[in-house]
C-alpha cells in the first residue's frame, strides 16, 4: 500500500502544488553527499545482512579522524539518543542535570528518559548564562548540558568563557559539549570542544551527522568521552547500534571527497545565512546573529502569528509560542519565499 500523505505538498486543501518548503526541522536543505549516496545505495544490496555490532571501522575511522582513542568514541542513535544514554549512565546517585533554557528542544525529555531531575537555566538574552549555569551545579548535580552553537537561538559561547566556566565545575561533574551545529560556526572565537575534552577529565563532546553532512533520516551521532564515562556508557550499553546503512553513510562522510563536498555547501549555507538574515533584518524583523543553519527570530506575542503566515504561504518555521521563531536556512527559493512573507508582514509584526 502506497501512502495517501504528501508530506512536501502545502497541505490546506488547496489545490496549489507547490512543494512545501520545509524549514522547521535544522536538516540541511542539500540532498544528501554525493559520495555518500553512492556507498549507501551500494549498502542497501545488503539489506539482509547484519552489520557489524560494534561499529568498528566507524569507531576507528572517527578516532583516527578526531585524533583520540578509539575507547573514548562512542557512537549512537542520533546525538540526542547518545546523550540520553550518557546521562542514564551517569545516574543514579546525583539525581539532576542542569541545561539551558531556551535550548535544544529534546533535553527536557532526554533528562526525563534517563530518569533524572531538570534544572533548567533561564538564558540570559540569546546566550547561555554561564554563572547562573555554574550556581546551579550543587552535590545533586549529575552533569550539565551545553549547546553550542545553541538550538535555537544560534548564539555561541567563546573559548575563555567556557574555560571560566569549566574551571568552576568539580571535576565529578561531567559537562557535555553538544555541537549539533559545529559545522555552520564561522566565529574563530568557538572553541573545538575536543581541545576542552583534551584538557580536563570531564568533557564530553557530542556531535551527529544529521545536520550539516545530511544524514537525519539515519541519525548517527557520536561521543568523545572522557574514560569513565566511555566505560560507563558501555556497562549499560545500548547494543547493535547504528545499524548498517548509518555505519556505512556515516564512514563515508569521513573520506576526503566528502570533505570536499561538505565544505562547498557549508559555505553556501553561510553565505545564504547571511543572506537570508540581512533580508529579514531589512524587512523590519528582528533577527538574532546564528553560527548555525538556522535564524532566531525574537517576535515574543507575534511568534504564532507569524509562524502562521508562514504555513499559509506554504512554509514550515518552529514557532516557540511568546518567544519568537526558528527558521532553517533552506534554498535559494525557499529562502526568497520566507522573504516575501516578511517583507508583506514585517512593518505589522515589528509593531511599526
Ligand atoms: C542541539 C541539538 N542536539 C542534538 C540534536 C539531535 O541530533 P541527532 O539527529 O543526532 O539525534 C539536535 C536536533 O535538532 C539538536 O538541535
Not at 162 to 186: C, G, M, N, Q, S
Request: hydrophobic share 45%; charged share 20%; with cysteine.
Amino acid at each position: 500500500m502506497t501512502s495517501t500523505v504528501e508530506p512536501n505538498r502545502v497541505a490546506d486543501g488547496s489545490t496549489r502544488t507547490a512543494p512545501v518548503a520545509e524549514l522547521a526541522m535544522n536538516e540541511t536543505p542539500y540532498p544528501p553527499l554525493p559520495s555518500v549516496l553512492r556507498l549507501v545505495r551500494e549498502g542497501a544490496e545488503r539489506l539482509n545482512r547484519y552489520p557489524d555490532h560494534n561499529s568498528g571501522a566507524l569507531v576507528a575511522a572517527l578516532a583516527a579522524r578526531l585524533g583520540v582513542p578509539a575507547a573514548q568514541v562512542l557512537v549512537g542513535p542520533g546525538s540526542a539518543g547518545l546523550s540520553q544514554h550518557i546521562v542514564a549512565s551517569l545516574g543514579p546517585d546525583r539525581p539532576e542535570v542542569v541545561y539551558p533554557a531556551l535550548s535544544f528542544e529534546g533535553y527536557p525529555l532526554i533528562v526525563a528518559n534517563a530518569g533524572a531531575r531538570p534544572v533548567p537555566v533561564p538564558l540570559d538574552g540569546y546566550r547561555h548564562d554561564l554563572r547562573a549555569m555554574a550556581d546551579a551545579v550543587t552535590e545533586q548535580t549529575r552533569c550539565v548540558l551545553i549547546c553550542n552553537p545553541n538550538n535555537p537561538t544560534g548564539a555561541v559561547l567563546g573559548r575563555a568563557e567556557i574555560e571560566e566556566f569549566l574551571d568552576r565545575i568539580p571535576p565529578e561533574v561531567v559537562v557535555i559539549v553538544d555541537e549539533a551545529y559545529r559545522e555552520f560556526v564561522t566565529d574563530p572565537d568557538v572553541p573545538d570542544a575536543l581541545d576542552l575534552y583534551r584538557d580536563r577529565d570531564n568533557v564530553c563532546v557530542l556531535r551527529t551527522f544529521s545536520k550539516a553532512y545530511g544524514l537525519a533520516t539515519l541519525r548517527v551521532g557520536y561521543a568523545v568521552a572522557p574514560p569513565r564515562v566511555a566505560a560507563a556508557a558501555r556497562m549499560v550499553g545500548l547494543v547493535f547500534y547504528p545499524g548498517g546503512l548509518g555505519q556505512t553513510a556515516a564512514l563515508a562522510c569521513l573520506d576526503e571527497e566528502a570533505g570536499v563536498e561538505l565544505a562547498a555547501r557549508r559555505d553556501e549555507l553561510v553565505v545564504a545565512r547571511t543572506r537570508l538574515r540581512d533580508g529579514l533584518l531589512a524587512a523590519g524583523l528582528p533577527v538574532a546573529p546564528s553560527e548555525a543553519n538556522f535564524l532566531w527570530l525574537p517576535l515574543g506575542p507575534a511568534a504564532l502569528e507569524f509562524a502562521d503566515r508562514c504555513r499559509r504561504a506554504g512554509i514550515l518555521v518552529r514557532p516557540y509560542p511568546e518567544q519568537g521563531v526558528r527558521i532553517t536556512v533552506g534554498t535559494a527559493e525557499a529562502n526568497e519565499r520566507v522573504l516575501t512573507v516578511a517583507r508583506d508582514t514585517g512593518r505589522q509584526v515589528s509593531g511599526e
